[in-house]
């Protein structure tokens, strides 16, 4: 059943949608650990594509079973956009980017991320600019400063990853807009999956690469792949566009700054990494930002 404009993004908050927030951001910051045991068995490319295909095939499982078959001709354009833009150049772009800088420097270019959104969903799509939530992203975009400094180890940067970094940060802000226009028409499971699908075409090119490397690689490698495709993409993003169907696409964005603070949690419970201080006061500085910014 396709998303009417019956839900407007000021309405009372969900709290369907409150917990598919929590869920997209919960294995969005899974997927950083995964990414790290995988991504020294797989080319950028390859990784990506391993992903978005084991997440194409569960997304058009579910939509086979709930029979919700293609998305209105309205809502293709977004799609479209959304599709090349964050399933397919950001997966790759980052999974480059973070093999040429430590992780570190990642966090904080591709967290100006949700500070993007914010700008182009404010002036786009006519969300405005609510001063609570500019307060709420200026609070967390310090904290994930924070903890990219904690975690930088103090190595020197590479330009040619910074630029991959900052260019995730701007296909990601250009996806999310894209794809709010494409939630009045056709529903989150729908647009999800075609979006999903559009990233695996534009990532075809990769295929033999990923053939080479799958003979190669060690099977919890492939299995991290797997995982990423299973649940950081297709339950993760599925689960974000249901939410972002029900509030703005700014506030979704500033959401997201609480990954670095679970990224940091997470290392430290499968990695065995334990935080600096300044890790844990960078991540509850972002969780302080985002509970500022979802404020009404």
Not at 79 to 84: F, N, P
Not at 145 to 167: D, F, K
Not at 190 to 200: A, E, R
Not at 224 to 239: D, H, I, M, R, S
Request: proline fraction near 6%; hydrophobic fraction near 55%; glycine fraction near 12%.
């Amino acid at each position: 059943m396709a998303l009417s404009d019956s839900v407007p993004a000021t309405a009372r908050p969900d709290r369907r949608a409150l917990a598919a927030a929590t869920t997209t951001v919960v294995l969005w910051a899974s997927a950083f650990v995964a990414i790290r045991g995988a991504g020294t068995h797989f080319g950028p490319g390859a990784l990506a594509l391993g992903r978005l295909l084991a997440g194409s095939v569960a997304l058009v499982a579910l939509l086979l079973h709930r029979r919700e078959g293609l998305p209105p001709r309205a809502a293709w354009p977004g799609i479209a956009v959304s599709g090349l833009l964050w399933f397919g150049a950001y997966m790759v772009v980052l999974n480059w980017g973070e093999q040429q800088v430590d992780a570190g420097t990642a966090a904080m270019v591709v967290n100006i991320g949700p500070v993007l959104i914010a700008l182009l969903g404010g002036k786009l799509l006519g969300e405005g600019f609510p001063p609570r939530l500019l307060a709420g992203m200026a609070v967390s975009f310090a904290g994930a400063v924070v903890v990219g400094l904690s975690t930088s180890g103090g190595g020197s940067s590479s330009l040619l990853g910074i630029a991959l970094c900052l260019l995730a940060a701007v296909s990601y802000a250009g996806g999310v807009v894209a794809q709010k226009p494409a939630l009045r028409h056709a529903s989150p499971l729908q647009t999800t999956t075609f979006g999903c699908l559009v990233g695996t075409a534009a990532c075809l090119p990769f295929t033999p690469q990923l053939v080479a490397q799958v003979g190669t690689a060690p099977l919890s490698a492939t299995l991290g792949v797997v995982y990423l495709g299973l649940f950081p993409t297709a339950l993760a993003f599925t689960t974000w566009a249901y939410a972002l169907a029900r509030t703005t696409a700014g506030r979704m964005g500033a959401t997201t700054y609480a990954v670095p603070a679970l990224v940091v949690l997470m290392a430290w419970a499968v990695l065995g990494e334990v935080p600096a201080p300044l890790a844990l006061a960078g991540g509850a500085l972002c969780l302080a930002g985002v509970a500022v910014s979802r404020r009404r």
